[in-house]
């Protein structure tokens, strides 16, 4: 048999830790919530080890008998041997050339359901399923398809399943591993139940859902095919394991399978609040839950926004560190004298024996990639799926169009460009670290040069866009292959140029801010030979100075000898 190894194995095997705990956020937009009529998916792919790339997979024709080697995404670990596709479809990161898209967050579950004896995990059901799929439903048919015959290695996960006119969620659990049993005559028998535990529900259209390493799948509809679809044992499999004795109309995903706790609302569920909060007025009603306070008082699975939501409203929901709520990351001691929005790991800590936590914000310092998937409807596969596509903090990110049909990433996003351990000067993750790290020193000042920066290149693709489309579509007309090499010449000139305005961003930056002054070029006057900068020393702010005085009380007061 002819053998395909699995392209993950390449270029993920350096990619995630195993540990990803309080990682990840998604929101799912369907295309009636939306202004121009798209269905849009977000995705923050957060890890402390995750190098942001941007991974390629082409459409491809396999003879029968092929097999396909199975890699753990988060470790590059081989995990088993599949039956290839006979078809494959080109994949541009999440998202392929039928504009399906899938994004994940993981939310563990219970540790006994997790199956060590399985092949596939679930970053490789995206990646295939992606490969494979030219609808949502078909996503999730591939997906269920391939655990119930290889089984799910991985803890709980949440999937966001989209294309232009469906977007789904959906839930998984594992089975837990293999059991050996011993009979009363001393036979031994392995027990084990291969596949998952799943439960996926389209959202209704002109909603809006997400989810953040939490289970949002409670109680759901048990005789709706059209809009939601179940693993036939899902609850008799609860109950088989003793975790459920209710009626089957009780029975909720979320509390059997990943039981709600402090942690999980107010690190998880209040990124998704907090993402609702910005287009829903009501949303103040579930505050208390998202603090952790009231865990009864959860939040629906999906809300219908205010109004309908722009692209760069949707790109806003994964900029957030609560702003505009009691939540605020820039308003406690821990932004420093700066409002810095990020907080330097670990998550919890304790003082005194006592344990308190940082917020877990959606913008934070570990994402290695975010994107917001677009498909469109009314524009025409494979030309009308663009992953508008970030590497780093989402607030200083900048998300660049990539068509989904490209055959080409451009080079300052390519797998192999850099790794987490091997820095390139001309790799997206690294120039981007570099403008945010430094940034964080004095994040209040610098975060304005970087927004303006980062809104004229957003602002200029999604002006550019409209046009780019009418080229394409007019080439499609006569010349397909033609029309592809347009949008991947397109996609990769802006890719490159968004890393090249970065780095002048960093330079600017650096010497404008270096050894904490702020400076400005002045104009040469006529006959200088040079002018030097004006330079701003502005400290620290007064905020911080009376808490400097209040901690340190006269040890800093400047005093008069002669009084002394």
């Known amino acids: 048999m002819k053998k395909t190894v699995f392209l993950l194995a390449l270029s993920l095997a350096f990619a995630f830790s195993s540990n990803k ?9 369907t295309k009636g919530a939306t202004v121009d009529g798209s269905s849009m998916i977000s995705y923050s792919a957060d890890s402390h080890t ?40 080109n994949v541009v990161g999440n ?45 999730i048919q591939v997906i269920t398809s391939l655990m119930a015959e290889y089984g799910y290695a991985s803890e709980g996960e949440s999937f966001s399943i989209s294309d232009p006119n469906e977007v789904w969620i959906m839930e998984i659990v594992g089975k837990g591993k293999p059991v050996s049993v011993k009979d009363k005559k001393g036979h031994i028998t392995v027990k084990y139940n291969k596949g998952a535990a799943w439960v996926a529900i389209r959202i209704p259209d002109g909603y809006i859902s997400g989810h953040a390493n939490h289970a949002r799948i409670t109680t759901f509809p048990l005789n709706d095919p059209e809009n939601c ?3 036939p044992d899902v609850i008799s499999f609860a109950r088989e394991k003793g975790l459920f004795t209710g009626e089957d109309k009780d029975f909720s ?61 949707v790109i806003g929901l994964m900029r957030d560190y609560y702003q505009g709520t009691e939540l605020d990351m820039t308003k406690d001691v821990g932004a420093g ?28 310092q ?50 192999g460009n850099g790794s987490m351990m091997e820095f390139s000067d001309n790799a997206a993750f690294w120039v981007f670290n570099q403008v945010s790290n430094f940034a964080y020193t004095r994040y209040s000042d610098m975060i304005v040069d970087i927004q303006k920066k980062q809104s004229e290149l957003e602002s200029n693709y999604i002006a550019m866009v409209p ?72 400290g620290y702010g007064d905020p911080f100075y009376r808490k400097l005085v209040k901690e340190t009380g006269e040890k800093f007061k400047v005093v008069d000898p002669a009084t002394h």
């Open 366 to 415: 570990q994402t290695g990639f975010v994107f917001v998937a677009q498909s469109r409807p009314y524009v025409p596969s494979p030309l009308g799926g663009i992953l508008w596509f970030g590497v780093d903090d989402t607030y200083s990110t900048v998300f660049t169009p990539m068509y989904t049909c490209m055959t080409k990433i451009p080079e300052t996003y390519a797998v």
């Open 95 to 139: 998202m392929n050339e039928h504009q399906v898209a899938i994004g994940e967050t993981t939310f563990g579950g219970r540790e006994e359901l997790v199956d060590t004896a399985a092949v596939m995990d679930y970053g490789s059901l995206i990646y295939i399923a992606l490969q494979r799929s030219k609808t949502a439903r078909e996503a």
């Open 229 to 231: 679809q179940y693993a």
């Open 21 to 29: 705990v309080n990682a990840c956020s998604n929101f799912l937009v």
């Open 253 to 313: 995903f979320s509390d059997i399978y990943a039981p709600l706790d402090f942690e999980g609302a107010r690190f998880c569920e209040a990124r998704v609040w907090s993402g609702f909060n910005k287009v829903n007025k009501d949303m103040g009603k579930y505050l208390d839950y998202v603090k952790g306070v009231n865990l009864k008082n959860r939040m629906p699975l999906y809300i219908k926004p205010d109004h309908k939501l722009t692209l760069q409203e």
């Open 337 to 364: 004298p700066y409002s810095c929005i990020v907080r330097w790991r670990p998550l919890t800590w304790k003082v005194d024996g006592v344990e308190y936590f940082n917020e877990r914000a959606i913008s934070t």
């Open 467 to 538: 046009a780019i489309d009418k080229v394409a579509l007019e080439m499609y007309r006569t010349n397909p292959a033609k029309a592809v090499q347009f949008l991947t010449d397109f996609s990769v000139s802006q890719g490159n140029n968004t890393v090249n305005e970065w780095k002048k961003l960093y330079r600017f930056l650096f010497a404008k801010y270096m050894d904490g002054n702020i400076k400005e070029a002045v104009p040469l006057p006529a006959g200088n030979k040079f002018v030097n900068p004006t330079v701003k020393q502005p």
């Open 50 to 89: 995750l190098f942001g790339e941007l991974y390629y997979w082409p459409a491809a024709t396999y003879p029968a008998g092929s097999l396909l080697d199975v890699y753990e995404w988060d470790t590059g670990k081989f995990m088993g041997k599949i039956k290839q596709a006979a078809q494959t479809y």
